[in-house]
């Protein structure tokens, strides 16, 4: 990482999983987790965590529409959606659910992502794992995302004078909401690593978002060697040739293996070297959580990556007190058979090599970088 730069967690969001319902994939703790995680290991000095501000309705409405904000407040008070606010607002369904706390939640996320954009500039690595709701439309919730915290913190970036941004995306599902959003800025330039076929299947490798996006859609099973491929070939040589004033990174755990949503199979100890390079290819860095629906992964994902930004060494096994935090966790979509006994231990997978495919090579030579800057 640049030397000289600390790094800063952003914590204090208080997820409501249990309203998300029985068997939705967001009825796991995730950021708590992370930060049980974290004082576990104590990785935590309370000089490097910052809470989350609530964003207010007049923030919100620098990118959402007034109508949809007053509709999610009003859903949220009655606990009921109607018919036209679901259809028109995607409020109130199986997928984005309705529940107490949702917009405090879904502001103070926002509020965060502001927050870590204004320390990016002042010289820290921000790191606020409850960020990354890079599916929210405008006027529309959306993949379980009712806000969309990325465009605000790039547009906060841009408001304090940058001109040339990038959004690296290694979610698993596609940034749909964040590249629409960004189509007709020519400050911001986006690069997507997703899962083929994959809800909400957009980001094909011809589309270009207005000129300024690279998308990299990749078979299942995409592994740390195909990753390293994409990075050396397509995301690092894009990077430096646009030398970016920031950079913003949504890093969801769902591309690792293990996740019960996505057929990515990548390692954590993977994931981690990206970010940590694509940290470096900018003076300020926002790092964003994202999707990741394994309890296991989620938390080791994230914890580890929090360790590597921070400095701080990784062990090989995991402290008693940390392996309880780990122990206690459960998850409907996954069966106790198919729990990896390793993911109660350790931080760090093993890594998870293998030949680059052509489907991948492919992806690669149709994406190209000589046309985008």
């Not at 599916?135 to 547009?155: I, K, T």
């Not at 270009?208 to 195909?226: A, C, I, M, T, Y």
Request: glycine share 12%; aromatic share 8%; charged share 20%.
């Amino acid at each position: 990482m640049r030397s000289g730069r600390s790094a800063l967690l952003i914590g204090g969001i208080s997820a409501n999983t249990a309203g998300f319902g029985s068997g939705h994939p967001l009825a796991i703790p995730r950021v708590a987790t992370v930060l049980a995680l974290c004082r576990a290991l104590g990785w935590i000095a309370a000089a490097e965590l910052r809470d989350c501000p609530r964003a207010s309705e007049q923030q919100l409405r620098q990118f959402h529409s007034a109508e949809y904000i007053a509709a999610l407040r009003a859903a949220e008070a009655a606990q009921i959606a109607t018919i036209e606010v679901r259809e028109r607002f995607g409020i109130g369904t199986r997928e984005n659910p309705l529940f107490r706390g949702l917009f405090a939640q879904g502001a103070a996320t926002v509020g965060g992502s502001m927050l870590a954009a204004e320390l990016a500039l002042e010289g820290y690595v921000v790191f606020h794992p409850a960020g990354g709701t890079h599916h929210g439309q405008p006027a529309r919730a959306s993949g379980f995302c009712y806000f969309n915290d990325p465009v605000f913190a790039l547009r906060r970036l841009a408001a304090l004078g940058l001109s040339r941004i990038l959004y690296i995306d290694l979610d698993a599902h596609h940034c749909d909401g964040v590249q629409n959003a960004l189509r007709d800025d020519e400050r911001m330039h986006t690069i997507s690593i997703h899962e083929a076929g994959r809800w909400p299947y957009t980001g094909g490798v011809d589309d270009r978002g207005g000129g300024r996006s690279v998308n990299l859609p990749v078979p299942k099973g995409f592994h740390d060697g195909e990753l390293r491929f994409v990075m050396d070939a397509t995301v690092l040589p894009y990077a430096r040739r646009l030398r970016p004033e920031a950079v913003v990174i949504t890093c969801g755990t769902d591309a690792l293996y293990g996740d019960p949503l996505c057929g990515l199979a990548l390692s954590n100890g993977a994931l981690w070297t990206a970010v940590r390079e694509l940290v470096d290819a900018a003076p300020a860095a926002v790092v964003l959580g994202g999707g990741g629906y394994n309890p296991w992964t989620v938390a080791r994902g994230w914890t580890g990556l929090w360790g590597k930004l921070s400095g701080r060494p990784l062990p090989e096994r995991l402290p008693a007190c940390a392996q309880r935090v780990l122990a206690a966790l459960s998850c409907e979509l996954i069966d106790d058979e198919a729990i990896d006994p390793s993911w109660q231990r350790t931080l760090a997978d093993p890594p998870r090599d293998g030949p680059v495919r052509p489907a991948v090579a492919d992806v690669v030579r149709r994406a190209g970088v000589e046309w985008a800057i």
